[in-house]
């Protein structure tokens, strides 16, 4: 099953031009079977959001985009922000208390520009204390280029993290590109934390390249 963790649509995500009918129509024809709406700091309303996904008969499941000091986090299971998020630590442990899952947002973004050195700029990220809270990076990112998904994917490797994958959509021009690829049949958020969590995902490229990350 096939799932784009990391979509962004409008008015929740000011920056995006997605509609949404035309976009689960093109997704749909790309393969993907479902879509994560994570917006930027805001929170959708489950059930408005599974009307939505009866509606178009598209599996829709709600996220959230979050800013640390450190890096951007994509979330599942949290229903609202909290007092003091924005630090790696509480983040961990507030998702953790709610049963949820996170994932580091494209880590290279910042850390690395195309020309530089891949291998010492990893090495140098690696060193960051707050990777000790992180256990799944967004190995491939559909708006990153390849180099900094290179970045990524050598982070992953490093650090034994899962990777996986997501569009970060902002427009229709931007799927198909990237997702992640399960196990298993996901219906809920419940059960994308679970195969999250037990690690039955993999990232996908979906642009014809049949780069994968395991």
């Not at 509606?55 to 709600?62: K, V």
């Not at 196990?183 to 999250?196: A, D, G």
Request: some cysteine; hydrophobic content about 35%.
């Amino acid at each position: 099953m096939i799932i784009d963790l990391h979509v962004h649509t409008p008015p929740l995500s000011g920056d995006s031009t997605i509609e949404l009918p035309e976009f689960i129509e093109k997704a749909k024809k790309a393969g993907i079977d479902g879509i994560c709406l994570t917006e930027h700091g805001r929170f959708w309303d489950e059930q408005e959001l599974e009307r939505l996904s009866r509606e178009h008969d598209f599996l829709m499941l709600p996220g959230v985009e979050l800013w640390s000091d450190d890096s951007h986090f994509l979330v599942f299971g949290l229903k609202e922000y909290s007092f003091g998020l924005w630090m790696v630590r509480k983040l961990r442990e507030t998702v953790d208390e709610a049963g949820g899952a996170m994932i580091l947002a494209h880590p290279s973004r910042r850390q690395y520009s195309a020309g530089k050195d891949i291998d010492a700029d990893v090495e140098r990220y690696c060193r960051q204390s707050f990777l000790q809270y992180v256990d799944i990076a967004e190995a491939l990112n559909g708006r990153s280029p390849e180099t900094a998904n290179e970045f990524s994917q050598e982070l992953c490797r490093r650090l034994e993290l899962k990777g996986a994958g997501g569009s970060d959509a902002h427009s229709i021009d931007d799927i198909p590109s990237c997702a992640t690829e399960f196990e298993r049949e996901i219906s809920n958020v419940k059960e994308l934390i679970t195969e999250l969590k037990a690690g039955r995902f993999r990232a996908v490229d979906l642009r014809g390249n049949p780069r994968v990350c395991d």
